[in-house]
């Protein structure tokens, strides 16, 4: 069975319609690699839940996976809050040929590196996520994590310790840099994209609007206390069908 693929539209800075993934990756794509840059990921209703029923991924439409899979080609290494990794059934970091033959083309490793962030480091290294994994993942915890655990999983990751108690957002950075990994994509969650915030180490928010209306209790997209906001600016605005997809990127 064919999927068909779904229509995006750009409607702003420029009209196109029907783009194809080589001009939606130039939408997105960055000309200097060798600069770090810090993306995150996320889509929210169109009332500001983060979650449906619990789950970022509910929120989802074809539009926004997409690009969600595009957005993979592109980067060095792929960041996610321990929680979201687990609440959202994350498996092994292995991105399908199709991806994969783009990334070797573009002269890319063929699967971006996967870093999961833990305090607790509830983490199983017998999960496939690490044993079926086919570049060795990133464990990001703090000094104040369980030792036996940090030691368990580093005999299946290359575990970094960025901060005593508390995630230091400036030393997971420079860690991931100084690993060849310039790069950084983050797919969430709340919490963590909170402490980047937090941090000021966005330079990018690539938010998908769902048009749906969600109320209750959901979580926003970022948790956590914030010293000052931080601007930004509209870098594009893509549409498919009902749903608008944004690129931000960090106000010059």
């Not at 994969?100 to 509830?122: C, E, K, M, Y």
């Not at 937090?198 to 928010?205: Q, T, Y």
């Amino acid at each position: 069975m064919i999927v068909p693929v779904p229509r995006i539209d750009c409607l702003w800075p420029e009209l196109g319609t029907d783009l194809s993934d080589d001009q939606l990756l130039q939408r997105f794509a960055r000309d200097d690699r060798a600069a770090p840059w810090l993306r995150v990921n996320f889509i929210s209703s169109i009332d500001g839940a983060a979650t449906s029923a619990g789950l970022s991924g509910a929120l989802g439409m074809p539009a926004d996976h997409r690009v969600f899979a595009l957005l993979r080609r592109l980067t060095d290494v792929v960041l996610v809050g321990a929680g979201t990794v687990r609440a959202e059934g994350y498996g092994p970091m292995r991105l399908d040929e199709v991806d994969a033959q783009w990334r070797i083309t573009a002269g890319l490793a063929p699967h971006p590196v996967f870093a999961i962030v833990s305090g607790r480091l509830d983490l199983d290294p017998a999960s496939s996520i690490f044993t079926d994994a086919p570049v060795r993942p990133i464990v990001v915890t703090t000094a104040s994590s369980p030792t036996d655990k940090r030691e368990a999983l580093a005999r299946v990751a290359d575990v970094l310790v960025c901060g005593e108690r508390a995630l230091d957002v400036d030393s997971m950075r420079r860690q991931l840099v100084e690993h060849g990994l310039t790069q950084i994509h983050c797919e969430g969650g709340p919490s963590l994209f909170g402490a980047l915030t937090a941090a000021g180490a966005v330079d990018e928010l690539c938010l998908t609007v769902s048009p749906r209306l969600e109320a209750g209790d959901a979580p926003r997209i970022a948790s956590g206390e914030l010293p000052e906001a931080q601007n930004m600016q509209l870098g594009h605005v893509l549409r498919s069908d009902s749903a608008l997809l944004l690129r931000y990127v960090r106000a010059s």
